[in-house]
């Protein structure tokens, strides 16, 4: 296929059914379990698997076919198969639930609002992460068939609990084993990179473990005044508690059991990563006037985001409002932990040191508990030299760039997963989360010529798979 009528075609493809359909997808409230805990009641997910189950079979695919999946309750999955034109197997993986609504959305957009601006960002909750997925796949296979090219066997895998850290999904593993096959591909289109110039893939994903930790020293809140100097503050013990976690100056997570050997092709490749991004790498974050980052150097940055633990504290319980707050020394405060956790380090593990290092000798014999759970990070096996060909010449083809790789801080439960069942398999990560383009807040977009242009490579990359 030569590239500028493929590039045409696809172009028209996207304009035509994928942004129409995208539109009505953004609409959807369709928030994941974890976030609506009466989805079931809501409709909002049930909508959104039809609406793309629907888009699927109307576009004529020959030897597809599309089917809901609802196993005992679960969130549905939708399971595309389309028969191969040459030989290998693909397995392609997306998701459509989404994040909640996030205050801060500039005038004119909104999470339920679909905005396409001159420059094709297409904004609104859920696109980019990952409502495109199935329909960039579709449409690279619907490309592929229009102009006689081959293609693999394809298997889509398009689930709707991943925000919720993909609970459903190892039953539909399960269940859908006869459809899956044996893949010598996995792609998975729920990740991004570092730029809109060329494409990008992601060689590794971080773990995370999600805890409670809650700290108590009163069975009822007391006069602050009275009790000061007395009873010890919640606060100041949640603060002694973390400061064992992570060193306040830097940020450093502290216990070495949280630390893992980093690969050096892994280094190598975060170091040219930051000579390709360089201040960007920073820019892509809002940051208030005169705040910094926590390194001067780039590659540090990027490493640091990928292969080391990290502290975020995103949720607190047990301190009221400003305008409700009183003279009152608090009984008990209770905060949502976030720690990534390097690639390659076990969550139970993980898991088992925080509690150790959180609950021991607690100050002034405080109430100290920490409840919750973990899940893997994965690092990818080495591209066989037929698919680092074939993603290295389409991004030079589609964007006249050399291709770059580079871990993610992110978590994708689908890919410990999928790697542990089909270890032989070749994976391909990427997405098209780039700058700005702010998965999970508000102002959420989807840039949608470059969704275009990785359409293209994604077709390339699956007739090159079919020659397997």
């Known amino acids: 296929m030569e590239p500028q009528p493929l590039q045409r075609h696809v172009s028209a493809f996207w304009d035509e059914r994928v942004v129409p359909a995208l539109f009505e997808f953004i609409r959807i409230p369709n928030e994941s379990p974890a976030f609506d805990k009466a ?26 076919r599309a089917e809901v999946l609802r ?11 389309v028969a191969p034109r040459g030989a290998g197997s693909a397995l392609i993986y997306g998701h459509l639930d989404k994040q ?12 339920w609002t679909p905005v396409l601006d001159a420059q094709g960002r297409l904004y609104g909750r859920g696109a980019a992460d990952d409502g495109y997925s199935v329909f960039a796949a579709v449409a690279a ?40 096959g044996e893949p010598g591909l996995v792609l998975c289109l729920d990740s991004g990179g570092g730029d809109y110039e060329r494409l990008w893939c992601t060689t590794s994903l971080r773990g995370l473990v999600t805890a409670t930790l809650t700290v108590g020293v009163l069975s009822e809140g007391v006069h602050s005044g009275m009790a000061g100097g007395i ?99 608090l009984p008990e405060i209770k905060v949502k932990l976030s720690l990534r956790i390097p690639p390659t380090l076990s969550p139970a593990v993980a898991s088992g040191a925080l509690k150790r290092v959180l609950e021991a000798d607690p100050p002034y014999g405080a109430k100290v508990t920490l409840s919750g759970g973990g899940m893997s990070g994965w690092e990818a096996p080495p591209l066989a030299p037929w698919l680092d060909e074939a993603w290295a010449g389409a991004s030079r083809e589609f964007f006249g760039q050399e291709a770059r790789f580079f871990g993610a801080g992110g978590s994708i ?17 990427t997405g098209v989360l780039g700058p700005h383009s702010n998965a999970h807040g508000p102002n959420e977009f989807l840039h ?21």
């Not at 689908?414 to 990560?429: D, H, S, V, Y």
Request: contains cysteine.
């Open 141 to 180: 296979l619907q490309a592929l068939q229009a102009r006689g090219a081959p293609h693999p066997r394809a298997v889509m895998l398009i689930e709707c609990s991943e925000e919720s850290g993909s609970p459903d999904l190892s039953s539909y593993l399960a269940s859908a084993a006869s459809t899956i």
């Open 231 to 329: 009873v010890p503050s919640p606060l100041r013990i949640l603060r002694r508690l973390l400061d064992r976690l992570e060193d306040p100056g830097t940020g450093e997570i502290l216990p070495r059991e949280f630390h893992v050997p980093i690969p050096p092709p892994r280094i190598a490749q975060a170091e040219q990563a930051a000579e390709t991004l360089g201040p960007n790498v920073v820019k892509d974050f809002p940051f208030l006037a005169g705040v910094r980052p926590m390194s001067d150097s780039v590659a540090e940055l990027i490493l640091a985001s990928s292969w080391r633990a990290s502290l975020a504290i995103t949720a607190q319980e047990g301190m009221p409002n400003l305008e409700q707050g009183g003279n009152v020394l």
């Open 448 to 468: 949608v010529p470059y969704a275009k242009r990785l359409t293209c490579a994604l077709a390339r990359v699956m007739q090159a798979c079919a020659g397997q």
């Open 39 to 64: 989805w079931r009641a809501n409709g909002h997910m049930e909508r959104a698997v039809r609406l793309a189950a629907d888009w699927v079979t109307a576009q004529g695919l020959e030897g597809c």
């Open 71 to 81: 196993n005992d309750g679960r969130t549905p999955l939708l399971l595309v198969e």
């Open 100 to 111: 909640p609504p996030m205050a801060g959305w500039r005038e004119g957009l909104g999470p």
């Open 413 to 429: 439960p689908f890919m410990e997963m999928i790697g542990k069942r089909f270890p032989k398999a070749q994976f391909l990560t």
